[in-house]
């Protein structure tokens, strides 16, 4: 009996086990794709917040999410069918070349014609959301669009009149100014590279597109303007501080070619995670009239 009870202990403990190492990873997987979508909801929200929208905005802006979820999830069905066909030609691509033959003019023909018509696909949906979001930009006044321009998505927006985003917000750059400044002149000479190799690396962490940088040429640049904040007085330095602070942002956050408006628009306004607050939003807007 005492061995019966000792056996089924050991067969609980690994069953216990098993499903610990099956559980654990899928459920911190789900967990953080739960905390992910919540930041994105609260995103969203910051720049819905932000934009102070009138009603009819808000009923615009729904219409075009709602108009673009559809677009992509066409999309999606359409590449999900056409992957389908892919993987068949695929495997006869496959079986030809394990037996050493050339792949036939037909199979690669119909190869191409699958690539070519997912490519047209993406391009007809593409220009179909920036339709879209061209028409939403005639809605907008002219200061959300100024304020759309410059926003950057936070999680904690900064305290002030632009609250929206990041917008316009020096402080932290100031911040960063004065620590440099104040590294006594022996440690900066012994340490410059790693403080420039650190400014780059955050570079990195804070915007994607910098991974796309000259670290050379951005590291060049920092040097010099670091070099030229630490021999200024302090007068100099404060009467100067704001086009400082403006000059060290466009080191480290260089402006994107790609800032046309309607970008920012599909980026930050046509995202499903807006439809659900909009539709309160506006079944509240309706039941106040």
């Known amino acids: 009996m005492k061995g019966w009870i000792k056996t089924s202990y050991i067969s609980v403990f690994f069953l216990c086990v098993c499903v610990f190492l099956v559980s654990g990873p899928m459920a911190a997987g789900q967990s953080r794709a739960g905390t992910e979508t919540i930041r994105s909801e609260i995103r969203a929200l910051n720049l819905i917040n932000g ?24 999309l999606l069905a359409s590449l999900e069918r056409q992957d389908m066909q892919t993987e ?123 991974l796309n940088m000259d670290e050379r040429e951005t590291a060049t640049r920092l040097d010099r303007f670091y070099s030229r904040i630490r021999r200024m007085d302090q007068t100099e330095y404060e009467l100067q501080k704001k086009g400082l602070a403006a000059e060290f942002k466009e080191i480290i956050k260089p402006d994107s070619p790609d800032t046309q408006m309607w970008r920012k628009i599909q980026a930050f306004l046509l995202v499903p995670e807006v439809i659900p607050m909009l539709e309160a939003r506006t079944a509240l807007a309706r039941s106040a009239r």
């Open 88 to 210: 068949e030609v695929l495997e006869e691509i496959r079986l030809e070349l394990i037996q050493g033959r050339e792949v036939p003019e037909r199979t690669a023909r119909k190869f191409h014609e699958l690539s070519n018509v997912a490519k047209r696909e993406r391009l007809r949906a593409v220009e179909r959301i920036k339709a879209i979001a061209l028409a939403l930009e005639k809605d907008l006044g002219s200061h959300q669009l100024y304020a759309l321009e410059r926003y950057i998505p936070c999680i904690i927006p900064p305290k002030g009149e632009l609250r929206i985003g990041q917008a316009e917000n020096h402080e932290g750059l100031y911040r960063r100014l004065d620590q440099v400044r104040k590294i006594p002149s022996r440690a900066y000479a012994r340490r410059r590279g790693q403080i420039i190799q650190r400014t780059l690396e955050g570079m990195k962490l804070q915007n994607p597109r910098a």
């Open 51 to 74: 934009l102070d929208l009138t009603p009819e905005q808000m009923e615009s802006i729904l219409a075009a999410a709602r108009e673009t979820a559809a677009v992509q999830q066409a």
